[in-house]
């Protein structure tokens, strides 16, 4: 069992900036694509961004693409994701998950193919 924890949520205003981490004990981090989704009151969870195992490639969903940064530090066993430019819709609870398969070279922006998540951090944007 891979447990993520994710932290760095809180309330900001409308253009601030925000940086989520997401860290785990789990010595195969480095071998897993790590992916952000967001789930709104009322709202589907949806993707955010993902990246690869080695960091070397990256996705975003088009909501966000520019104004968020996705990163990997593979020796702290943590994803970081630098949100810019917050918007008030952006306010949600933010979820980290990894995708179990080992060095996968398919990074998926599909929840379903995402083993194990954290428990979620809200962001509050406020207009």
């Known amino acids: 069992q891979v447990q993520l924890v994710e932290s760095g949520g809180g309330l900001v205003q409308a253009g601030g900036s925000l940086r989520l981490a997401c860290a785990t004990s789990?010595?195969?981090?480095?071998?897993?694509?790590m992916g952000w989704f967001r789930q709104a009151p009322g709202k589907e969870r949806e993707f955010v961004a993902a990246?690869?195992?080695?960091?070397?490639?990256?996705y975003y969903a088009d909501s966000v693409k520019g104004r968020f940064t996705i990163s990997r530090d593979n020796a702290k066993h943590t994803v970081y994701l630098q949100m810019d430019s917050l918007k008030p819709d952006a306010t949600a609870v933010y979820y980290c998950?990894?995708?179990?398969?080992?060095?996968?070279?398919?990074?998926?922006?599909?929840?379903?193919?995402?083993?194990?998540w954290g428990q979620g951090t809200q962001v509050t944007v406020s207009s």
């Open positions: 789990s010595l195969t981090f480095g071998a897993y694509a």
């Open positions: 990246i690869n195992w080695s960091g070397s490639s990256t």
């Open positions: 998950a990894a995708d179990a398969t080992f060095y996968s070279g398919h990074t998926s922006t599909a929840a379903h193919e995402y083993d194990y």
